[in-house]
């Protein structure tokens, strides 16, 4: 394949990553199932902790299959399961379990599945680039909510709801299939004609191709984890109250503060791409000490910070670094173990998201309650990010221990 048709791939990527971020929307419709059905926000929001939580357990599956099948099968598989979800949940009137059923469960598999594809097979497309071709892949996952949330409260107000999920669903099915249709793997051993890595590339690779049970074998897998565990929880703590921090640190109304929180959003999709092409030149381990440090400092200033404008722009930054996150990591895993089995060596590694969209909210969330301010949550985490650099100063390729 010439360089041309792999950017041609890596726009398929990007455009299905961009149809699969549309779940970052779900707030759109969490308001209009609550009035119409009568079902609490908490018990609307669940839906969406489902879909995020199997989307990190079906990616570590989807993983393991494309190792066996290639990517094809699984990113057609991904998006017909998205697909189908969405339109599903158009049959959820009075029926909350129906809701988790198919926008949580089934949505979520697909999700999972759909998205581990692009990002694996990506980066072995482009061994020359790999920080910036993953952060450009997930950068349009990170961008999908820009274009679905208008569309879709533009879709509810005239067709209401349900038959939002129906259109959409449809929307996303062919969307997914289609830029599906064209993954798949270069040869064994391909690489970019001329290219050869540098000294500095070179010394942060793994010398080999680990299996997933060789990976999970070294402290370096479980480092990853927690590397991207600890940016996931810091990233979605201010996401899961961006709005209310907005409020009452800025004094903003609602409108306002939700003005803000669509601008700071965008940082999510831009942080993605820029701290992942930043990796390829800083190195992965340097870029996640950075974005640590950045944070160690914004979220200190977060709760002292009164001016609408400044607070916006520390919180897109925060959410830059958020991204970044998502960007980088599927780079440092190939770098590390090898770009073989990157799929479910990464994959398995997405867990740590899940498990951060559950403690970084719930931990902010129990400290505002608690304490009747965000102050000492904000604080908290600033600390936890100081003592989180310790950790990409220390790690290094398990194969030899460069550093």
């Given at each position: 394949m010439s360089t041309t048709n792999r950017w041609g791939l890596a726009a398929a990527g990007f455009l299905m990553q961009m149809a699969l971020g549309a779940v970052y929307a779900w707030s759109v419709f969490r308001v209009p199932l609550?009035?119409?059905?009568h079902w609490s926000i908490s018990e609307v929001t669940l839906t969406f902790t489902i879909c995020i939580f199997v989307l990190g357990v079906s990616a570590f599956f989807g993983g393991l299959w494309l190792n066996k099948k290639g990517p094809r099968i699984v990113a057609l598989t991904g998006g017909f399961l998205y697909g189908l979800g969405v339109f599903l949940a158009s049959f959820s009137a009075g029926k909350l379990w129906w809701l988790y059923l198919s926008y949580g469960l089934i949505e979520g598999i697909g999700l999972g599945l759909g998205y581990i594809v692009p990002v694996t097979a990506l980066v072995k497309w482009f061994p020359d680039r790999r920080g910036l071709i993953t952060g450009i892949a997930v950068g349009g996952f990170g961008a999908g909510a820009l274009v679905t949330a208008p569309l879709a409260t533009y879709l509810i107000q005239r067709v209401g709801v349900?038959?939002?999920?129906?259109?959409l669903g449809i929307v996303y099915l062919v969307v997914t299939m289609a830029t599906g249709y064209f993954m798949k793997n270069p040869p064994e051993g391909w690489k970019?004609?001329?290219?050869?890595p540098s000294a500095t590339l070179t010394a942060q690779r793994a010398a080999k191709d680990y299996?997933?049970?060789?990976?999970l074998k070294t402290w370096q897998w479980w480092a990853l984890w927690a590397l991207l565990f600890l940016n996931t929880s810091a990233g979605i703590s201010l996401i899961s109250?961006?709005?209310?921090?907005?409020?009452?640190?800025?004094?903003?109304?609602?409108?306002?503060?939700?003005?803000?929180?669509?601008?700071a959003s965008i940082g999510n999709g831009v942080g993605r791409i820029f701290w992942a092409w930043t990796s390829d030149a800083l190195t992965r381990r340097w870029t996640f000490l950075a974005m640590f440090l950045v944070q160690?400092?914004?979220?200190?200033?977060?709760?002292s910070l009164s001016t609408a404008s400044v607070l916006t722009v520390v919180s897109f930054i925060i959410l830059m670094c958020y991204g970044g996150g998502f960007g980088t990591m599927p780079a440092f895993a190939a770098d590390y173990f090898g770009s073989k089995n990157v799929g479910p060596i990464y994959g398995l590694m997405l867990t740590a998201w899940g498990c951060a969209s559950a403690f970084g909210p719930l931990l902010i969330a129990h400290l505002r309650q608690s304490s009747g301010s965000y102050v000492?949550?904000?604080h908290l985490i600033a600390g936890i990010m100081a003592v989180s650099v310790v950790l990409p100063a220390?790690?290094?390729?398990?194969?030899s221990q460069k550093s």
């Open positions: 609550s009035k119409q059905f349900l038959q939002t999920f129906a259109w970019p004609a001329g290219w050869v299996t997933l049970g060789g990976a109250q961006e709005s209310p921090i907005f409020q009452e640190i800025a004094k903003v109304s609602v409108i306002a503060a939700a003005g803000m929180v669509g601008i160690v400092g914004l979220f200190w200033m977060l709760p000492g949550g904000l220390l790690v290094s390729p398990p194969a």
